[in-house]
């Protein structure tokens, strides 16, 4: 059996995060001479050459040291996830959650769970990463996040899911469009008018999607990488938007400006918010409880 300890592959689990030797042991607190005397122990125990270390060059990891990165961060966070549930025992969870979520949700999202979950579980320190699919779904993979909040659109095979509410796509237009009388609009009817389009990953796409299976063409106007920046455009009469529905929305641009959500008929792009993590991983008990929480309160705030 190798003969390393778990201080070791912490250590070594945290190189892929740096460029050389000297800020790893820098960010860990620990002297660069006894980082490196921890690495050569390890690769001793694990008989191959998991670092390539060169002074003028930076550091970077074999491939069988990237392999024994990204299993010591599964290690560690099943050995940390261990420790919460045994700490966990009477209701009382303590200790980190690294929470992903999709830039689309996160400021419909995150404040009504991290304010209510932080009041009921002050021990529990909640870490955010925002970005699209291709920023979340690989740092789930390596570990780096326990879990991500994301719509179930597109998402790879090797993911475990956890609903936490039901959406749809829904017309966004200025109060003053014309077709915001109307109490539901066709694609059809929208497809003539200048489209301002989110551009991200799952929501471009899906956005096309739905007018390909209508056989309908969009009048692109332009296409913006925030949602802010999509509602204040439509705010301002330059053209509608297609946008999930979400919890906690205001009527209103950051300028103050009106603007109206209608439902589309027949419907499209009805589909799930959802918490995912990878297969074979069991979320620590506190991690559970966030999804759970925000399942309980999201999916209340939607039906309300």
């Excluded at 979520?101 to 529990?124: D, I, M, R």
């Excluded at 539901?184 to 929208?190: G, H, I, K, P, Q």
């Excluded at 096309?208 to 949602?227: N, W």
């Excluded at 979400?246 to 109206?260: D, S």
């Amino acid at each position: 059996m190798p003969k390393f300890t778990l201080r070791q592959l912490e250590l070594f689990a945290a190189l892929p995060d740096h460029p050389t030797l000297s800020s790893a042991a820098s960010a860990l607190h620990i002297s660069e001479s006894a980082l490196s005397h921890a690495l050569n122990e390890l690769e001793t125990a694990v008989g191959e050459q998991l670092c390539v270390r060169r002074k003028a060059r930076g550091m970077w990891l074999t491939q069988a040291g990237q392999y024994l990165a990204a299993r010591a961060r599964t290690i560690l966070k099943e050995t940390d996830g261990l420790v919460s549930e045994l700490a966990g025992v009477g209701g009382v969870l303590r200790g980190p959650v690294a929470l992903g979520c999709y830039t689309g949700l996160a400021s419909n999202v995150l404040p009504s769970v991290l304010e209510g979950f932080g009041k009921l579980h002050p021990g529990v320190d909640i870490s955010i990463t925002v970005g699209d699919h291709g920023d979340l779904l690989p740092r789930l993979e390596t570990g780096a996040l326990d879990a991500a909040i994301v719509y179930d659109i597109g998402m790879p095979a090797g993911l475990q899911r956890q609903a936490i509410y039901q959406t749809e796509v829904m017309a966004i237009l200025a109060e003053s469009h014309p077709l915001a009388t109307k109490p539901e609009l066709d694609l059809a009817d929208l497809a003539p008018e200048p489209l301002i389009m989110l551009e991200s990953v799952p929501s471009t796409g899906y956005t096309l999607l739905m007018f390909a299976e209508r056989g309908l063409t969009p009048t692109l106007a332009a296409q913006v990488p925030q949602i802010d920046l999509v509602r204040a455009l439509v705010g301002r009469g330059l053209g509608y938007s297609l946008l999930m529905s979400r919890p906690n929305q205001i009527p209103v641009t950051t300028e103050g400006l009106p603007i109206v959500s209608r439902p589309l008929r027949p419907r499209a792009g009805g589909t799930s918010v959802v918490a995912v993590w990878p297969d074979g991983i069991a979320l620590s008990a506190r991690a559970q409880a966030v999804m759970d929480y925000a399942s309980e309160v999201l999916e209340g705030i939607v039906t309300a």
